[in-house]
């Protein structure tokens, strides 16, 4: 599975949207989304919001933890704590990206909201390369990892699996001591 993959997956969360348009329900495989009245806040998929939004058919409701002091809130913990702490939303990372990149004028204080998330996640990927190290000296056999995104996973997959695997090549190779 790639990032992209993983952004995919993402744009299925809910957000809201105000539209300025009047239809009916969409019937979709993944559920009935709508009806659709002028400025009356509406639940649909990430990936339809941004689809509307780009036709500059809605305004995009940004979710109640996307604001900068929220932001701040989750830094200041995952700081203060040795483990990773909950984020406010499995694909955090994912839709605040998507959201910056179609409707920053939907985001109030884009610039700073665009920061910290960066920061956090910067944050919690060197607090994940910390802990697959230690992990990886330890030469435990399993690890719990608690609170973490799926995109989290994916980014230190492949170094986390090849590493494993060189190390037991080596250990493979390694001449025994017949004193």
């Known amino acids: 599975m790639d990032n992209e993959e993983v952004e995919f997956i993402a744009e299925n969360e809910l957000i809201t949207v105000i539209p300025n348009f009047q ?33 500059q058919k809605c305004r995009i409701e940004c979710p109640s933890w996307i604001n900068v002091e929220k932001l701040e809130e989750i830094m200041n913990n995952e700081k203060s704590s040795d483990l990773f702490t909950q984020m406010p939303n499995p694909h955090y990372m994912e839709i605040t990206n998507v959201l910056l990149n179609c409707a920053p004028q939907d985001i109030p204080r884009a610039d700073e909201v665009k920061t910290l998330v960066k920061d956090i996640w910067d944050l919690r990927i060197a607090k994940l390369r910390s802990s697959m190290n230690e992990f990886i000296k330890s030469e435990s056999l399993h690890a719990k990892v608690n609170n973490l995104t799926l995109l989290e996973i994916n980014t230190v997959r492949n170094l986390l699996t090849k590493t494993l695997k060189e190390l037991h090549n080596l250990k493979q190779h390694v001449p025994i001591n017949d004193d």
């Open 23 to 55: 239809y009916k329900t969409f019937y979709l495989i993944g559920g009935d989304i709508g009806p659709f009245e002028p400025s009356v806040p509406t639940q649909v998929p990430l990936w339809l919001a941004v689809h509307f939004r780009q036709r």
